[in-house]
């Protein structure tokens, strides 16, 4: 039992982290620790860590070789800021150093997308008018970094990593506001760029799959993606879209 509202988690076979918002302080989360790694099932619980920022859901957690990455949100004197955070995991019980924190600079003033985690690297999506893609050097957790960024029309909700490509499920605001399916190319970190991107829909269309990324189906040569609509034409519709 911890003290605390934690509502986002993220878990391995060896740990949870719990999230838990700092509501009497501003945009600042304590993240716990605890261990799992026992065959038998006990837990213990370790010790926590205050990270600037809030953790809106848990793929913005990560851990790789015994380091906690974390890109979190703030607002502070009605401005919006994007946070990265590296976290030492090798004596949990004892203590949770931050090993390194950046702001993202290309992010100040807009609102914080999807985001994942690939090994040594991490990709983040924002949007205010247009879409950011940034991708993140991870590799010295000392001194996480942007090493490059893509501006696109919209935004992603949710990213897959496919080696050096990512499908991303979001939304294209270029024609009224329509679900969109996007292929990038992050073969080279310091130039992503975007392969192609399709919209679905007539005029208005929205997808479950914005809310919950399990309604996003990637497999290995199809995509398969639900969607609701609107239009003058038909009046509303659901459907499915296989690309």
């Known amino acids: 039992e911890i003290t605390g509202e934690g509502s986002v988690i993220h878990a391995t076979n060896q740990e949870i982290l719990i999230a838990a918002p700092q509501w009497e302080k501003q945009s600042s989360t304590l993240i716990t620790y605890v261990d799992i790694s026992d065959p038998a099932g006990a837990m213990v619980e370790g010790t926590s860590v205050e990270i600037q920022g809030e953790v809106a ?18 607002w502070d004197q009605g401005e919006r800021a994007v946070h990265v955070t590296t976290v030492d995991l090798s004596s949990p019980t004892e203590s949770l150093p931050i090993l390194g924190s950046t702001e993202i600079e290309g992010a100040a003033g807009e609102t914080l997308f999807a985001t994942r985690f690939d090994g040594p690297k991490g990709y983040v999506v924002t949007f205010l ?20 960024e893509l501006i696109v029309p919209g935004w992603s909700t949710h990213i897959e990593p496919r080696g050096d490509r990512l499908i991303a499920v979001g939304v294209d605001g270029t024609q ?17 760029s975007l392969v192609e991107r399709i919209s679905l829909g007539d005029d208005w269309s929205w997808s479950t799959a914005y809310q ?24 509303s519709y659901d459907r499915m879209q296989f690309v």
Not at 57 to 74: A, F, G, H, N
């Open 57 to 74: 859901d848990r793929y913005k957690m990560d851990v790789w070789q015994d380091v906690l990455r974390v890109v979190t949100s703030s």
């Open 129 to 148: 008018i247009k879409d950011p893609l940034f991708v993140l050097d991870l590799s010295d957790p000392t001194d996480p970094k942007v090493l490059g």
């Open 176 to 192: 009224g506001r329509q679900v969109s399916v996007s292929l990038f190319d992050v073969s080279d970190p310091e130039g992503p």
């Open 212 to 235: 919950d990324p399990k309604a996003f189906t990637v497999l290995d040569d199809v995509l398969i993606v639900p969607f609701s609509g609107w239009s003058e034409s038909k009046g």
